[in-house]
């Protein structure tokens, strides 16, 4: 696996834009007829009809990206913006105080001690599910495998704390604007609606994982031999420092009231979608507005807030091409007027006597894409305009397609093509052939959990 080399996201979805526009000269024109239900356009199920097509040569095929940028402007917008304001949290090193300081207690508290392994993976779970926390995931594994040798576990354990927990957070996120807000605008519903029933699979989701790391930690710390990297291990507890934790002098004010003005951006964020429909524009501004308070509140300077808001802006420039380039996929298809006809040809690989099973094939098929797209916001540009209609078509409520689709990126911790996983496990010297064989009994869970998860939204109508 060392040696599987797979094309990138953009080389990935400019190849699809090639055969897209190859398709339009091959597979007819088709179109359904739409019509208004509840203010929502929606598709007549038996009104597919063929059309003249419309063939998208060399000059559509170089022109699409641009034009894919321009449809999702706002959307691309908005995930610069959100990921400048976090780069300023971030650039406080409040969220960095906290971790140390809870890692400090460990050695003072026999309560810290056992609740470590659920309190910090629920906090980075919390994290991928807001503020869609996933490679910021990374240098914290830097911490947590020295915590977690310190704690006679293994460097496993170490590495799932804050990779697998952010992970299955961002999967199941409730908040997240990276992938929930990015999927729930393109299939026209509402902005963070359906937040009840994402907040009861988070929890399952987030318990799951701690119910399952904490029975690992314990069998390693009664029989350590029994670790995929024992050998390996023996050698970092040689030069395994603690003394990070020790010096930690704990939270100043000053991040404790970052942290509470980022507590509070997120309240009035669920008030105000909840309350008024806020939709994209707003929520951009708020995280702006947060992003400069939180910058006068840190003591960053002009020059420093500029520059870390830039720099996270700057980290998104590859997600936001990545947005246009599948939107562009979209308008190929569209311009080319096979779009319908593409709809027609997946009702009946997804369609089935019960919605339930068509919920759980639309899982299957995201799992399979998140082999090949990582991008959270990049998968939702291109699946969810082909999934919220097809969602129509064969019975499914659209929340739960986004559901479908986010729980596709369950595989993200475990798959070679992920660019994250690789870096985190090169981070932490474990090979991903043992990383794969420790993930299996986990992945299966997940795959259990999405599947009677995806079931519930079809018994009770969720909309």
Known sequence: MSKLKFPNTFVLLFSLLALIALATWFVPGGKYETQLIDGKTVIKADSFHHVAGNPQGPAALMMA???????????????????????????????????????????????????????????????????????EAIPFVLIFIPLALALKYDSIVGVAIPFVGSQIGFATAFLNPFNVGVAQSIAGVPMFSGIGYRLICWAIATTLTIAFLMWYAARIKSRPELSPCFESDQEKRKHLKTAEFESFAGMTARHKLVLSMFAFTLAVMIFGVIKFGWYIEEIAALFLLMSIMVGLVGRLDAEEFVASFMAGAKDLVGTALVI?????????????????????????????????????????????????????????????????????????????????????????????????????????????TKWARWMIPLQLMYLLMALALLAVPSMINWQ
């Open 65 to 135: 990206p641009i034009k894919g940028f321009v449809e999702a402007a706002l959307i691309i917008g908005f995930v610069l913006i959100v990921g400048g304001a976090f780069s300023v949290l971030q650039r406080t090193e409040a969220i960095d105080s906290m971790i140390k300081s809870v890692a400090k207690a460990h050695t003072h508290s026999a309560w810290v001690r056992v609740a470590i392994i659920p309190v910090f993976v629920a906090m980075f779970s919390l994290g991928g599910a807001t503020f869609g926390m996933a490679e």
């Open 324 to 432: 246009a380039l599948a939107k562009a996929t979209v308008v190929l298809m569209r311009d080319g007027h096979i779009i319908d006809t593409m709809l027609h040809a997946l009702v009946p690989l997804v369609e089935s006597s019960n919605p339930v099973f068509s919920a759980q094939k639309m899982f299957l098929i995201q799992s399979v894409i998140n082999f090949f797209i990582h991008s959270g916001t990049g998968q939702a540009a291109l699946t969810m305009p082909i999934m919220a209609p097809l969602a129509d078509l064969v019975g499914v409520s659209r929340q739960t397609a986004i559901l479908a689709f986010q729980f596709g990126e369950l595989t993200t911790p475990v798959i070679p093509t992920s660019g994250i996983t690789v870096g985190v496990l090169a981070l932490a010297g474990i090979p991903w």
